[in-house]
């Protein structure tokens, strides 16, 4: 009941707080983050984690249809296979490739 109640004044809080600052700073944080997700470096590195996230699911994929082998239901084995099809060189809502 406690952890309820400290949620219940910290979402109090924020939300005086947020009417407060009003819509401008509203548009100026928005403006910013805006700014930050165009960056090149920052574009670079968030491809660069995404690469890495599909080089290691891959590998997990991998490891784990090893294991499982036959056990695996088809239903799972198409899914995964559909979205591997999927996702292959295009783009996605980021802008990033798939690759």
């Given at each position: 009941m406690r952890y309820r109640l400290t949620f219940v004044v910290g979402l109090a809080l924020g939300y005086v707080l947020g009417t407060r600052a009003g819509r401008e700073r509203y548009e100026q944080l928005k403006k910013s983050a805006r700014e930050i997700s165009q960056n090149p470096a920052v574009r670079n590195t968030v491809e660069?984690?995404?690469q890495?996230?599909?080089e290691v699911a891959g590998k997990a994929f991998?490891?784990?249809s090893d294991r499982v082998g036959?056990?695996?239901?088809d239903s799972v084995a198409e899914r995964v296979r559909s979205l591997?099809?999927?996702g292959q060189g295009t783009e996605?809502?980021?802008g990033t490739s798939n690759t």
């Open positions: 660069s984690a995404t890495q996230g599909r991998h490891t784990v036959d056990r695996m239901p591997r099809e999927k996605d809502d980021w």
